[in-house]
């Protein structure tokens, strides 16, 4: 990369953030990182009387034995005499969850060995170490250790090394807020020193509760989109963010005068309308699309969190659901998050036409813009590729480019100028999009930006027949001759092939059962090529893209039907 491209992707990038996280990472980078600590002098730690938790959800975890770490799907044996916190071995991210302690909840462990556990982290990671005490990890890390106290009702008899640790994290979290972050990171520091505001007393703790809700105040309208979506674009951290909301509202439903009633039904109404929305893109086999940023086996199944949010909000129903809908079209609305889709029976599509994020914190967005799912018989058939890790990889930088989805590319150039592992310069941005029903179909119309440069817009139409087909028609508006490439991913459960001079290609299970038909304009070539599918962290499976491509004068148009086996 020459000086001047790496120049613009500085630039571009740089021009989205806001000042504050500008002044707040220089601050981070030549002042505070010179500090060898900030002082944490010992407190009378004190707990708050009359606190309690009901039963909480955590993220989904492998159930191993005692002396097995598995995360993202890469196993460690560990014997607790010389456990290694650093695990130099693993990846950045293998080493968060290590430190996050979500394995509180392992139930094949007993008590002693989670106490173990707490006891030689404590002794072992002194202040300042890297990935032990970076904030993200400390806010989960002490919600974690918070919930376990409390679930084994441990606060009046745990031993005191672990209040001071505790009492400590929450010191050092309070004077390193990722104010140069913000978006998701923000939100878990202030659920944290919530937590911890409310498990201890005393002016400290107080004033960590007090910063916390101000913060949540201001996130929770700014993070959750008016239709209920989060604002980060991803089905994954939707789910995260909606349980950090249930967690904080089920420790106020069991502790006495933490917040204001007010403050309590604001976080209600919120979590409610992220629930809604949570349902409605539920695919039917109970879990998420795999939009930007998401795999599955991180965060629980829906009706999972479903349960759990009738238990905290104490309502037996909440009128949304993901099961199956009959003979009707269900149509999917969901304007600010972006998200258009329709639902009959088991069949799903959504399609993904909103912003990559917000501007200011686009870490997690994928190149997708009109990128699309669709389920046939409760069975994902058309997929997106997920996302395998979070490393500056190969794999992550094909995961969140334009031909790792369902959608279009332009003259071999990506929709957006994707960089680094978390980086986003020249970015898309949709146009319009808008979902309609008719007597006997339903249409979805959307549009971006992405190829602005070159002075062409992006159209999609995908319109369903109410039954079983789906026509897809791509239209590039501008002027010029340009080369256009529309892929279709498939699941790996499936494969393509190809009718002999035809444009039509089959969608085989299998047992070589035909599942479904893709019928192509005679006037584009069409490849069967092969991808990579990730459906979660770590794991990498591969499956068949079908590549159509047409070069011409613009305008453009690439069409091609979806036809269900009857």
Same mark, same amino acid.
């Given at each position: 990369?020459?000086?001047?491209?790496?120049?613009?992707?500085?630039?571009?990038?740089?021009?989205?953030?806001?000042?504050?996280?500008?002044?707040?990472?220089?601050?981070?980078?030549?002042?505070?990182?010179?500090?060898?600590?900030?002082?944490?002098?010992?407190?009378?730690?004190?707990?708050?009387?009359?606190?309690?938790?009901?039963?909480?959800?955590?993220?989904?975890?492998?159930?191993?034995?005692?002396?097995?770490?598995?995360?993202?799907?890469?196993?460690?044996?560990?014997?607790?005499?010389?456990?290694?916190?650093?695990?130099?071995?693993?990846?950045?991210?293998?080493?968060?969850?290590?430190?996050?302690?979500?394995?509180?909840?392992?139930?094949?462990?007993?008590?002693?060995?989670?106490?173990?556990?707490?006891?030689?982290?404590?002794?072992?990671?002194?202040?300042?170490?890297?990935?032990?005490?970076?904030?993200?990890?400390?806010?989960?890390?002490?919600?974690?250790?918070?919930?376990?106290?409390?679930?084994?009702?441990?606060?009046?008899?745990?031993?005191?090394?672990?209040?001071?640790?505790?009492?400590?994290?929450?010191?050092?979290?309070?004077?390193?807020?990722?104010?140069?972050?913000?978006?998701?990171?923000?939100?878990?520091?202030?659920?944290?020193?919530?937590?911890?505001?409310?498990?201890?007393?005393?002016?400290?703790?107080?004033?960590?509760?007090?910063?916390?809700?101000?913060?949540?105040?201001?996130?929770?309208?700014?993070?959750?989109?008016?239709?209920?979506?989060?604002?980060?674009?991803?089905?994954?951290?939707?789910?995260?963010?909606?349980?950090?909301?249930?967690?904080?509202?089920?420790?106020?439903?069991?502790?006495?005068?933490?917040?204001?009633?007010?403050?309590?039904?604001?976080?209600?109404?919120?979590?409610?309308?992220?629930?809604?929305?949570?349902?409605?893109?539920?695919?039917?086999?109970?879990?998420?699309?795999?939009?930007?940023?998401?795999?599955?086996?991180?965060?629980?199944?829906?009706?999972?969190?479903?349960?759990?949010?009738?238990?905290?909000?104490?309502?037996?129903?909440?009128?949304?659901?993901?099961?199956?809908?009959?003979?009707?079209?269900?149509?999917?609305?969901?304007?600010?998050?972006?998200?258009?889709?329709?639902?009959?029976?088991?069949?799903?599509?959504?399609?993904?036409?909103?912003?990559?994020?917000?501007?200011?914190?686009?870490?997690?967005?994928?190149?997708?813009?009109?990128?699309?799912?669709?389920?046939?018989?409760?069975?994902?058939?058309?997929?997106?590729?997920?996302?395998?890790?979070?490393?500056?990889?190969?794999? !992550?930088?094909?995961?969140?480019?334009?031909?790792?989805?369902?959608?279009?590319?332009?003259?071999? !150039?990506?929709?957006?100028?994707?960089?680094?592992?978390?980086?986003?310069?020249?970015?898309?941005?949709?146009?319009?999009?808008?979902?309609?029903?008719?007597?006997? !179909?339903?249409?979805?119309?959307?549009?971006?930006?992405?190829?602005?440069?070159?002075?062409?817009?992006?159209?999609?139409?995908?319109?369903?027949?109410?039954?079983?087909?789906?026509?897809?028609?791509?239209?590039?508006?501008?002027?010029?001759?340009?080369?256009?490439?529309?892929?279709?991913?498939?699941?790996?459960?499936?494969?393509?092939?190809?009718?002999?001079?035809?444009?039509?290609?089959?969608?085989?299970?299998?047992?070589?059962?035909?599942?479904?038909?893709?019928?192509?304009?005679?006037?584009?070539?069409?490849?069967?090529?092969?991808?990579?599918?990730?459906?979660?962290?770590?794991?990498?499976?591969?499956?068949?893209?079908?590549?159509?491509?047409?070069?011409?004068?613009?305008?453009?148009?690439?069409?091609?039907?979806?036809?269900?086996?009857?």
């Amino acid at each position: 990369m020459d000086s001047v491209t790496r120049l613009s992707l500085y630039f571009n990038t740089v021009r989205y953030l806001k000042f504050t996280q500008i002044a707040w990472y220089a601050y981070r980078r030549f002042i505070q990182s010179k500090r060898t600590a900030i002082c944490l002098s010992d407190h009378c730690i004190t707990i708050r009387p009359n606190i309690a938790i009901g039963s909480t959800l955590g993220h989904v975890l492998a159930d191993t034995p005692f002396g097995i770490f598995k995360f993202l799907n890469v196993n460690q044996t560990f014997d607790l005499k010389c456990l290694d916190w650093r695990a130099v071995n693993q990846s950045k991210l293998w080493r968060y969850n290590l430190h996050y302690f979500d394995f509180l909840s392992q139930t094949r462990w007993s008590l002693q060995q989670r106490l173990s556990l707490i006891q030689h982290w404590i002794q072992n990671n002194p202040v300042g170490v890297e990935d032990a005490w970076e904030p993200y990890t400390v806010s989960l890390r002490v919600v974690n250790w918070i919930k376990f106290i409390l679930s084994f009702r441990l606060h009046q008899k745990i031993d005191e090394t672990v209040l001071i640790s505790l009492y400590r994290q929450i010191l050092w979290l309070d004077k390193n807020i990722e104010y140069h972050i913000l978006a998701n990171h923000y939100f878990k520091n202030a659920v944290a020193l919530f937590f911890g505001g409310v498990f201890f007393s005393g002016k400290i703790a107080d004033r960590w509760l007090l910063k916390a809700k101000r913060i949540l105040t201001q996130q929770i309208s700014e993070q959750f989109c008016a239709d209920g979506g989060h604002f980060e674009s991803s089905p994954m951290y939707h789910v995260i963010m909606l349980m950090d909301c249930l967690d904080v509202l089920n420790l106020c439903q069991h502790s006495d005068g933490i917040a204001e009633q007010k403050w309590i039904d604001t976080l209600q109404a919120v979590a409610e309308k992220a629930l809604t929305f949570l349902c409605d893109i539920t695919f039917p086999d109970g879990d998420i699309p795999l939009f930007n940023d998401s795999a599955l086996a991180i965060v629980p199944k829906t009706a999972d969190v479903l349960t759990y949010a009738k238990t905290v909000l104490n309502k037996s129903t909440f009128g949304c659901s993901f099961d199956a809908c009959g003979h009707a079209v269900k149509l999917l609305r969901y304007p600010q998050t972006g998200y258009y889709g329709l639902r009959k029976a088991n069949d799903m599509l959504i399609v993904d036409c909103g912003p990559m994020g917000p501007a200011y914190q686009p870490g997690h967005a994928h190149c997708d813009l009109l990128s699309y799912e669709l389920v046939l018989d409760a069975q994902r058939v058309i997929v997106d590729s997920g996302v395998y890790d979070y490393e500056c990889s190969q794999n !992550r930088a094909y995961a969140r480019s334009t031909v790792a989805h369902n959608t279009v590319r332009v003259d071999q !150039r990506e929709q957006s100028e994707i960089w680094g592992g978390f980086r986003l310069a020249r970015r898309a941005k949709p146009i319009t999009a808008c979902l309609s029903k008719y007597t006997n !179909r339903v249409l979805f119309e959307g549009a971006h930006d992405a190829y602005r440069a070159l002075g062409i817009v992006h159209r999609r139409y995908i319109e369903y027949d109410g039954a079983s087909i789906w026509c897809v028609t791509d239209v590039l508006e501008g002027k010029g001759k340009h080369s256009a490439e529309s892929f279709i991913h498939i699941h790996p459960n499936y494969h393509l092939k190809r009718l002999h001079n035809q444009n039509q290609v089959l969608v085989l299970n299998r047992n070589k059962q035909t599942i479904a038909k893709i019928k192509c304009d005679l006037n584009v070539s069409i490849e069967i090529n092969c991808g990579d599918y990730f459906p979660q962290f770590g794991v990498k499976q591969a499956n068949h893209v079908l590549c159509l491509q047409k070069t011409s004068v613009l305008p453009l148009v690439i069409s091609y039907q979806i036809i269900k086996a009857s």
